[in-house]
């Protein structure tokens, strides 16, 4: 606000120092002995961090004895109803009115601020050094670069506008109750957002529990097989799958090479929440063919190297991409064409999963179309057999289900950060729904989620109007333009020079010093 | 027939005169006319005093037929509203105050005749008329096309409001915004039933002299004072009246008060300029009585309800979260609220019971003292019945048994004897004075919405909650728009 805006009628512009009968900073000399219990005798020892624009809160506050607080005192004296300013530190610029009706004392941190109340009132000057108008002025002029500091000559010679005092009356009173409605409704909306994150995690649980496929099942009762059933039939679809892949090698060769149909270890169930009667749970080997490279951790040591960087060609996946279980584009490092097909058994493309193995454990997502690229060391590939799951549900299960989280953290635990491994992957415990049933879950999940990211926005957006909305209210008030004036208030200025007159006039007048009479000649008192 | 098919069939016959453009507010107010000329027919068929002139009774009506009938029925109902100047508006005239023919087919007319004329109403038991009749008004008060829903308090919350002051016969009870009198009617219920009336003379007392209320929409008036006809109360003087209670100090004061003065907006007048621009002025009321003036209606019944008690009299009133926390007026009327009376008790009410959406409501009970320099509120008792508690209008709706852990911990028979217990908690003057703006919006139970935890609620209450809190925040945000632009 520059000095040359016009102010509005009835209003003037003094300097604080002017305005205020007192402005004076708490003691810079620490008092030795603090206690922390009130005793009988001690006095309360404010400083800034029991400072709020609210006013002074009580807990946490520290007590001095008579004769610290004395000394304090007879300097700075708060009296209810003053307004109290933080002048160092974090909060420096924050204002709030004194509410206590007994005595104590202040430290340096806080200054105090007794506008003279015939023509300034301390609601008006608080509400003035938070809005921005004032709190401008005052931080403008702050000095120190390690602790905030605002000097107390900064504060005196700092222009606050000022209207009549009536005029101020209406002006606290009105922003007292648009402001406190208003700073409700920011509460209320940021309770909005912290629900809207429940909400989020309430539809991931519902939906690898079941609870979103209710319809599904009473449309598709064909699908109601009992979950040990269809486990049955999943392994035994497998095992013959192997069978069929492995028919052309002869007898032999299999006993030599040790290769084995190994059939998957089935979960433990103790303590796994329950699942709709047509879903038995499953691990990523009973989900994946039976192959070394279902699972397959990213190339470490020699493999991959810095030396292998470059500014463009294939680029490298990691942990970086994965972000609230999607992928996100953006790619830092990539390798030639030649060190890709030298490791392309670390490849990654459409359809795979992948998780992070360090750092955040368990960061799942399922690389889209049109990708492909390679694997960083800290991931863990995971390709499954789409006849039996769908990729998007495991990314899923991993993103909503806190059993599985749960689980994860018992297992992971590394010397130094957690570390997820394959025998840790193969025992994880996931629910195992039909696949028809999956898609619908996915598909239900991104709807919701959908409309949630809306919302969210939606909220968001509100808020930062709200922030806005709070600031205008404030600027406005002290343009005048919040209330209307009241020709018959007497215009501050007057006020003002009045006050000066009548002061000017008790000065010149010397007080009686005895009752003697005045010597003949002697020049009158004026 | 049994009463709940009545009402069954008196409202199913709604669904049809819907369907030719009469709301079901509309309906209701037809059928109280009929009803109570009806009514007043039976009386005079048994020879009991009854109060239409011939000329406008209901043999006048059920004789006639087609436009005739049309046309008779529009005067009838112009000239039995018809109040003297000056006089006070007797029972008929209140009923009938302002009533005009909403049903433009006099085929359907003859239709709705024929159907109140087929039962006979005074045979049926007085509780039994009284609740069709209040069924009607709930079915009325859930149709939310209408907007009556605002005038309808749930009953288990009135009826524990009630059990909790558990007001003594002989005294006055009064509500200035009584809608459809539904707090009157309840305290009648229970002092009805307790054995506490030993004569005639003091039944007829609890009938015709301790009840009385204002409401300042005509129609809603006119549904109160049927519904408290029909269960005998208030005998030829009509015990609600239509009037603005805030426009002035009555006068009159009274031993209880129960009131859930009607939500929304600020009071405000539209007003046109000799330009033809057309701005809203807040409404004010300038009351010596009052604190201070504000365009806040709740708080000016909050001002206007401690006048009209007596000293020594006992208050519950309904008043939304912004009553406990706007600052400004706001708080002024709190602090002299904590002074002037024993502000004792104060429940936090759940989202999801009114009809009004994402209403955020409390119920404040204090008792008026004489004038004192100190503070006559020593302790207020907060009791939370909002935090984790999951009401709807259709699915699961508020009921008595949700209410009797208040009225126990409340303890109506000495409510100085109380302990503190989960959702049960005491604060002292000087916790309440130290608060910024003495502000009362009172909690301290975590919500479990908020709470990482592994119980999650379902996600249809989240959704709810979430959806409550967006409405409250932009109910909020309006307020503020509006009082920006006076």
């Not at chain 1, 506008?161 to 009356?169: D, G, L, M, T």
């Not at chain 1, 486990?231 to 060769?253: I, Y």
Request: with cysteine.
């Amino acid at each position: 606000m520059s000095a040359a805006a016009t102010l509005p009628s009835g209003w003037t512009r003094i300097t604080l120092d002017e305005a205020c009968e007192k402005i004076q900073d708490g003691t810079h000399f620490s008092p030795k002995t603090q206690y922390t219990e009130r005793q009988p005798g001690l006095f309360r020892y404010v400083t800034a961090k029991n400072v709020r624009e609210g006013g002074i809160i009580l807990d946490e506050i520290n007590w001095i004895d008579a004769a610290a607080h004395k000394a304090i005192y007879t300097r700075c004296d708060p009296r209810p109803g003053d307004v109290l300013l933080i002048k160092d530190g974090v909060k420096a610029g924050v204002a709030g009115i004194n509410q206590l009706n007994e005595p104590f004392s202040l430290l340096s941190s806080v200054a105090l601020i007794r506008p003279r109340r015939q023509i300034l009132l301390p609601p008006f000057v608080k509400y003035f050094l938070n809005a921005p108008t004032g709190r401008g002025l005052l931080l403008g002029k702050m000095t120190g670069t390690a602790i905030r500091r605002i000097v107390l000559e900064a504060v005196k010679s700092t222009p606050i506008p000022i209207p009549p005092v009536a005029e101020q009356r209406r002006i606290t009173e009105k922003l007292d109750a648009l402001l406190s409605d208003l700073d409700a409704a920011i509460a209320t909306l940021n309770r909005a957002v912290e629900k809207l994150k429940r909400y989020r995690q309430a539809v991931l649980k519902a939906a690898v529990e079941g609870n979103l496929s209710h319809e599904w099942r009473e449309t598709h009762p064909e699908s109601l097989v009992p979950a040990a059933k269809r486990l049955a039939r999943v392994l035994l679809e497998r095992r013959k799958k192997w069978e069929d892949e492995h028919r052309s090698v002869p007898k032999g060769a299999d006993a030599r090479r040790g290769l084995r149909y190994v059939e998957p270890q089935c979960c433990e169930l103790e303590e796994l929440p329950d699942l709709p009667p047509s879903w038995p749970y499953a691990n990523l080997d009973i989900m994946s063919q039976p192959s070394r490279d279902a699972l397959k951790t990213g190339p470490f040591g020699m493999a991959l190297g810095k030396e292998d960087y470059r500014d463009e060609g294939v680029p490298i996946i990691g942990i970086e991409n994965i972000s609230s279980g999607r992928f996100t584009p953006g790619f830092k490092k990539f390798v030639t064409s030649a060190k890709y097909a030298s490791l392309v058994a670390y490849s990654l493309g459409p359809g795979d999963i992948v998780v992070s193995r360090s750092g955040t454990v368990g960061e799942v997502c399922v690389i889209p179309e049109k990708v492909t690229g390679l694997m960083s060391t800290n991931l863990i590939r995971i390709r499954v057999d789409t006849e039996v799951v769908d990729p998007a549900f495991v990314a899923l299960v991993f993103r909503g289900s806190k059993s599985l989280d749960n689980q994860l953290s018992e297992l992971c635990s590394g010397s130094t950060r957690d570390f997820l491994n394959h025998p840790i992957l193969r025992s994880l415990a996931l629910p195992l729904p039909p696949l028809g049933e999956q898609g619908v879950v996915v598909a239900r999940v991104e709807e919701l989620e959908a409309a949630l990211d809306a919302m969210e926005q939606g909220v968001q957006h509100d808020l930062r109007r709200a922030a806005r909305l709070r600031q205008s209210i404030l600027e406005k008030a002290f343009r005048g333009e919040l209330v209307p004036q009241d020709p018959s208030d007497e215009p501050a200025s007057f006020l003002l020079e009045r006050i000066r007159a009548e002061r000017a006039a008790a000065a010149k007048t010397k007080p009686v010093r005895s009752r003697k009479p005045r010597a003949k000649g002697a020049p009158a008192a004026q | 027939m049994i009463p709940s098919s009545l009402v069954q069939r008196v409202w199913n016959y709604a669904g049809v005169l819907r369907d030719s453009g009469v709301s079901y507010t509309d309906y209701v107010e037809q059928i109280t006319f009929l009803l109570f000329l009806k009514m007043d027919q039976e009386l005079g068929e048994i020879r009991r005093p009854h109060r239409i002139p011939d000329q406008w009774n209901w043999q006048s009506l059920r004789s006639r037929e087609g436009d005739d009938l049309a046309v008779h029925y529009g005067h009838l109902l112009e000239e039995l509203g018809r109040v003297e100047e000056g006089k006070e508006a007797t029972l008929v005239q209140t009923i009938f105050r302002k009533a005009q023919n909403k049903i433009s087919q006099p085929a359907l007319l003859k239709k709705l005749v024929t159907l109140i004329d087929e039962e006979n109403w005074s045979g049926l038991d007085m509780d039994v008329k009284g609740d069709i009749y209040e069924g009607l008004l709930e079915k009325n008060a859930e149709d939310v096309r209408g907007g009556a829903g605002q005038y309808f308090t749930p009953r288990p919350l009135i009826r524990a409001m009630v059990r909790a002051i558990d007001p003594k016969p002989g005294r006055t009870i009064h509500d200035p915004a009584c809608g459809t009198g539904g707090f009157l009617l309840v305290a009648y219920n229970i002092l009805k039933e307790q054995a506490r009336l030993a004569s005639a003379a003091d039944r007829r007392k609890l009938q015709w002299q301790t009840f009385s209320g204002a409401d300042n929409v005509a129609n809603v008036v006119r549904l109160g004072a049927m519904n408290m006809y029909l269960h005998g109360i208030g005998g030829d003087r009509c015990p609600i009246a239509e009037a603005d209670s805030l426009a002035r100090d009555p006068g009159s004061r009274y031993d209880y008060v129960f009131t859930n003065p009607p939500f929304g907006k600020r009071s405000s007048v539209m007003v046109v300029s000799e330009e033809g621009k057309v701005s809203r002025e807040a409404q004010t009321y300038e009351r010596q009585d009052f604190w201070v003036t504000t365009t806040n209606k709740q708080l000016n019944f909050l001002q206007h309800v401690h006048t009209i008690l007596k000293i020594g009299g006992e208050a519950a009133i309904v008043v939304p979260d912004n009553v406990l926390f706007e600052g400004g007026a706001g708080e002024t009327v709190r602090k002299r609220l904590l002074n002037n009376c024993d502000v004792h008790t104060l429940l936090r009410l759940p989202t999801g019971i009114f009809y009004a959406q994402g209403v955020k409501a409390n119920v404040l009970f204090f008792e008026k003292k004489p004038a004192s320099e100190t503070a006559w509120t020593k302790k207020l008792w907060v009791y939370d019945l909002r935090t984790n508690k999951d009401f709807t209008l259709k699915t699961n709706p508020l009921q008595d048994s949700d209410m009797e852990d208040f009225v126990r911990c409340y303890n109506p028979g000495n409510r100085f004897d109380r302990q503190e217990s989960e959702r049960f908690h005491a604060f002292d003057y000087e916790t309440l004075t130290q608060r910024d703006k003495t502000n009362l919006d009172l909690l301290w139970l975590k919500d479990a919405s908020l709470e990482e935890s592994e119980n999650l609620p379902a996600p249809e209450v989240l959704a709810r909650e979430i959806l409550e809190d967006l409405q409250s925040a932009v109910a909020l945000f309006e307020e503020i728009a509006q009082r920006l632009e006076q």
